[in-house]
């Protein structure tokens, strides 16, 4: 199994760089910055992609509001046209005595929404869990009703009529998805920014105590833990019975999903920040050391590696019988899971962090530069972009 070194100071070298991410849990290839900014991964439902879009914020003093709000967009996937976009604001108590009321600030959003029937669900920086209809952008409600939780890093995960996710006060909670009521919390010993992975009524997620937990997904019980030997930020993949997910510690993990032993591992030169795919029996992970490793999924056996030349920040996504994986630098790679041959797909040409995601053959891509690019996944061909910002 190898020695996991190095894991201290691994986790506090990524602290540093998630804490400036333009994409989820997905961020942090970037420079730091003085705030956090937001910017998460696309979610399609019935043609609509819905995104929240980055945060720049702008300079001036006192009162001065950012350049752009924090906000939910609906795009219609066939042209990338606004459908529309429902602000998210939170407020600020004015400070330094010269008699500014309290200001409403964007809500930076880092996860994914997730999409069930007509509402959309996101979690804020703010600390708080907004559910928005689909349809129109209106606020259905919003937790807690009344002050907040601690910033909330993690996407949302949405099923078995609950919204879970994980908080930055240590804590998983899940809320009834109709009224957002919270249904039970579960406390693990520091805080969380793995969105979970729910799997046959069990709910997994890390936490940076560096443990993977398997949750019963009804009553928040614990059926297991792993312990890994650095903090646990990424979003795990559940395939065939095995909960594969990496750590700070460099390792990519395959736990069997049951009682939490584990089957495999692998050590890389840096972390494993993205949630991996599968594909043909093979798992596909992309690693902040510009490769993308394919193991047996089994055994662990290594089968493949691919160089691509740029830290791999957002999650890939498959697509028929493709791994379609992005670079920080914008170029989109194919890699065919049939002969494991990897070939250029697009070079966008702009950074991307954010989680890719597609649907019918069509590759959904939001960039650095705050732009959504629709790409063909067989020839690559943009077949449109629209600004989102």
Known sequence: MGIRNNSVL??????????????????????????????????????????????????????????????????NISDGSRLWEAPLETSR???????????????????????????????????????????????????????????????????????????????VYALDAATGDKQWEFQTEDKIWSTPAIEGGTLYIGSFDRKLYALSATDGSKKWEFEAEGAIASTPLVYNNTVYIGSFDRYLYAIDATDGSEKWNFMAEKWFWTRPVAGNNTIYAPCFDGKVYAFDAGDGDKVAEFDLGSPACSWPVLVDSAVIVATEEGKVYSIDTANNQKKLLADVEEAIYAP??????????????????????????????????
């Not at 991964?41 to 924090?70: N, S």
Request: hydrophobic content about 45%; some cysteine; proline content about 6%.
């Open 93 to 171: 108590p004015a400070g330094g005595g010269f008699g500014c009321a309290p200001a409403a600030v964007p809500v930076a959003i880092y996860g994914n929404p997730a999409v069930v029937g007509d509402l959309v669900y996101v979690g804020g920086y703010n600390g708080k869990i907004y559910a928005i209809n689909s349809d129109s952008g209106a606020l259905r409600w919003v937790y807690p009703r009344e002050g907040n939780l601690e910033p909330i890093v993690s996407g949302v995960v949405a099923a078995l009529g609950k919204v879970y996710f994980g908080c930055s006060d240590g804590k």
């Open 10 to 75: 691994v986790g506090k070298i990524c602290l540093l760089v998630i804490l400036v991410l333009v994409g989820l849990t997905v961020l942090g290839c970037m420079g730091i910055k003085t705030a956090p900014e937001g910017g998460s991964g696309g979610t399609i439902a019935d043609g609509t992609l819905f995104l929240c879009p980055a945060l720049k914020q702008a300079g001036g003093f006192g009162c001065a509001a950012p350049a752009t709000e924090g906000k939910l967009v609906a795009v």
């Open 356 to 389: 890719l995601c597609a649907s019918d053959g069509v590759i959904y891509v939001y960039s650095g530069d705050q732009n959504l690019h629709a790409l063909n996944a067989e020839s690559g061909a943009r077949l449109w972009s629209s600004p989102i910002r």
